[in-house]
């Protein structure tokens, strides 16, 4: 059912690397053109204006969070330049956004993680309007990801789910390959079928990679199948709608801002399905707002939910990932080590608390946490659920009690550990 990566990748004007399936002409054309309106006058107007709106709806956050408010507008910013670079959807191109800064192909390219960005997905949109007939072909590969999820979206935050696909429904062959078919008609009996409704703006896939070292992502390219003879948008045209869209959202991520520092610190809400707020349909998501000193840890234990993906996240105030690239900020199930009873315990706080698990908060004393169980099946039991099992907060002295049954780890494994982790992220962006 899975694939190789085929000899073709790699070969062809399009596919541009053997070994990496996000390194395509689509991905560098949109980087090239965002950088290039991440310069204009207009542009760079528009970006002050939103840190502007930010800072007035902000004045209640800590210091620490107030000295990462440019570091964000600059991140929020270039996501939605991102997106209107590749909005197009006559002529759709297949773009991941949400990365951290990378550099390729001769040009460095900023990061714009916004929303919660989860490290371990590779996020990538396609351009779609509703009366378009679209096919995207893929390849699932042998090392391919843990979990897919396709949607289609109606709007530029990406929060409104308007049609969705995951691993439960996508037909795929003995091969590897698949097709995804999307326009505006019913499926009758076709299958990976997305019908769009009024409003479709983009089809979202989420690829959810586990083993950093092995897992990569599908590969895929996108046809409009009935094409338009409108000429593709221009630049002014681009710039137009990252303006409007990141002056226009910045309600909206105040919300969902709002949706965790809105609830009371050190108390999480327990896992629910997201597909009601931009998560995915067979996704449980368990959130939280926490305060932790230098000398605590805040300790979880929850179990495995009959997930095929779960991770644990780390965000700054701005709900942007911290340095996954360089910290154990976020932890996946090859990643995170199994308690002697079978469940999970983590301890998250900027200072080592002597386990394997650690979420390190990156020196931050307030933090946003997120945990997700990703490929849920719809069967799923009741008592096999994602469930949150206990929360704490704990002097780091009374660490040893409150971990009980995880496992331990010595300052010679934690340094071994993010090595290997940092080896791990730069073999994803390898050509």
Not at 162 to 177: C, F, I, K, P, R
Not at 194 to 208: I, P, S
Not at 333 to 338: E, F, R, S
Request: glycine share 8%.
């Amino acid at each position: 059912m899975a694939s190789a990566i085929p000899e073709w990748i790699g070969t062809n004007d399009y596919h541009l690397s053997s070994r990496n399936p996000i390194a395509t002409a689509d991905q560098i054309w949109v980087e090239q053109k965002s950088l290039r309106l991440l310069a204009r006058t207009d542009v760079q107007a528009a970006i002050r204006q939103a840190q502007f709106l930010w800072a007035t709806v902000s004045e209640t956050v800590t210091d620490q969070a107030k000295g990462l408010l440019g570091d964000f507008i600059q991140e929020y910013a270039l996501n939605y330049i991102n997106k209107a670079c590749n909005s197009d959807a006559n002529y759709p191109r297949i773009f991941q956004n949400w990365m951290i800064e990378h550099e390729w192909f001769g040009h460095k390219v900023p990061s714009a993680r916004i929303g919660g960005d989860n490290p371990d997905n590779g996020y990538r949109l396609i351009p779609v309007e509703h009366g378009g007939h679209y096919r995207i072909d893929g390849r699932w590969l042998e090392t391919g990801p843990a979990d897919v999820t396709w949607t289609i979206v109606g709007n530029p935050g990406t929060s409104i789910t308007l049609a969705s696909l995951d691993n439960e429904d996508l037909v795929v062959g003995e091969d590897g390959s698949f097709t995804v078919t999307v326009d505006d008609l019913p499926a009758n009996g076709r299958p990976n079928h997305l019908q769009t409704k009024r409003g479709a703006l983009f089809l979202f896939v989420r690829d959810a990679l586990g083993d950093w070292d092995n897992e990569r992502p599908n590969v895929l390219r996108v046809t409009r199948l009935n094409p338009t003879d409108a000429a593709p948008i221009d630049e002014d045209e681009m710039a137009y709608r990252a303006i409007q869209w990141m002056l226009g959202d910045v309600p909206l991520y105040y919300w969902f801002t709002m949706l965790t520092h809105g609830k009371p610190v050190n108390r999480l809400i327990p896992p629910t399905p997201s597909g009601g707020v931009g998560g995915l349909r067979s996704q449980f998501g368990c959130y939280g707002t926490l305060r932790i000193a230098d000398d605590e840890a805040y300790v979880i234990k929850v179990n495995a939910g009959n997930a095929a993906f779960r991770d644990i996240v780390v965000h700054d105030w701005w709900h942007r990932s911290i340095a996954p690239d360089r910290f154990t900020g976020s932890l996946n199930n090859a990643q995170i080590a199994p308690d002697a009873d079978g469940h999970f315990t983590f301890a998250i706080g900027p200072k080592d608390p002597g386990i394997h698990n650690w979420l390190d908060t990156g020196g931050l004393n307030e933090t946003i946490l997120l945990l997700r169980w990703q490929g849920v099946p719809r069967a799923t039991p009741d008592d096999q659920l994602p469930r949150l099992l206990s929360e704490q907060l704990v002097k780091l002295d009374n660490i040893e009690a409150a971990t009980e049954g995880a496992r331990t780890i010595n300052s010679e494994g934690r340094a071994k550990q993010i090595s290997s982790r940092r080896a791990s992220w730069a073999g994803r962006l390898s050509l």
